[in-house]
């Protein structure tokens, strides 16, 4: 079963819109931090915002918050006033704790191809 | 500036050769890790090591070998078994010091077979 699903493969939004990117994971861990990355076309690797299980508030850094809802298990992106830049590929992450005998490893999403029209 | 630098940018492989990529971090992060990823997928981890001398085998580890000498610097050996080796492979360090463990990634190779 997949841990991450991200059911966007490509998404469009026009300049200065919000879009909200989706995001659901699977886990029976009580204890897992959600990550969204951006990939421009480079490939380097981005990250953008993180979001703990036992964190009540959702996370926010800039233009990105994270609307979280546990008991659906989603963790969707969203961007705000969407700017050109912005284009790129977007992947949502999770880290489990268990066990301790895969310490910090991180399961990916497909991703979800963002642009941006001005 | 502190980051973690991949080198090459782009690798190319002849058949029955092995290869190494370099994945070095000035940042002082205790764990690092090794990602493959292909044409539009996401990332599977290759291997990872939370400590100097010692590594884990990740997701998808056949056909590939790494060490761990020294903290900064987890090279990456793509080596003959490994029968489909194009792809993007990403190295990623974090720090066991924040409890978040945000991976940190540099830039990446581009491998391809000759």
Redesign the interface.
């Known amino acids: 079963a997949q841990k991450?699903t991200q059911t966007q493969p490509g998404m469009f939004v026009q300049e200065k819109e919000a879009v909200t990117l989706d995001c659901t994971y699977d886990t029976s861990d009580p204890s897992y931090?959600l990550?969204w990355?951006k990939q421009p076309s480079?490939?380097?690797?981005?990250?953008l915002i993180?979001q703990?299980s036992y964190d009540q508030q959702n996370a926010t850094e800039g233009r990105y918050s994270l609307n979280f809802q546990k008991a659906r298990k989603s963790a969707n992106l969203v961007i705000s006033a969407s700017q050109l830049g912005d284009s790129a590929m977007y992947?949502c992450?999770m880290?489990e704790a268990s066990g301790g005998?895969?310490?910090?490893?991180?399961t990916?999403?497909?991703?979800t191809i963002l642009t941006v029209h001005p | 500036d502190g980051g973690i630098t991949q080198s090459p940018k782009y690798l190319f492989r002849k058949e029955g050769q092995n290869v190494t990529l370099s994945c070095e971090q000035n940042l002082n992060h205790d764990?690092m890790?090794w990602y493959r990823q292909d044409p539009?997928?996401?990332?599977?981890?290759i291997y990872?090591s939370?400590i100097v001398n010692d590594f884990?085998k990740?997701d998808i580890a056949e056909g590939y070998s790494v060490s761990r000498e020294k903290k900064e610097s987890f090279p990456l050996t793509v080596t003959s078994a490994q029968k489909n080796p194009t792809a993007?492979y990403?190295c990623?360090s974090?720090t066991h010091r924040d409890?978040?463990?945000?991976?940190?990634?540099?830039?990446?190779t581009?491998l391809s077979v000759l």
């Open positions: 991450i931090g990550f990355y480079s490939g380097e690797m981005i990250f993180y703990g992947f992450a880290r005998t895969s310490y910090g490893k991180l990916f999403g497909q991703g | 764990a890790y539009g997928q996401g990332l599977r981890l990872y939370q884990q990740g993007f990403l990623a974090t409890s978040k463990n945000i991976q940190y990634f540099g830039a990446g581009r």
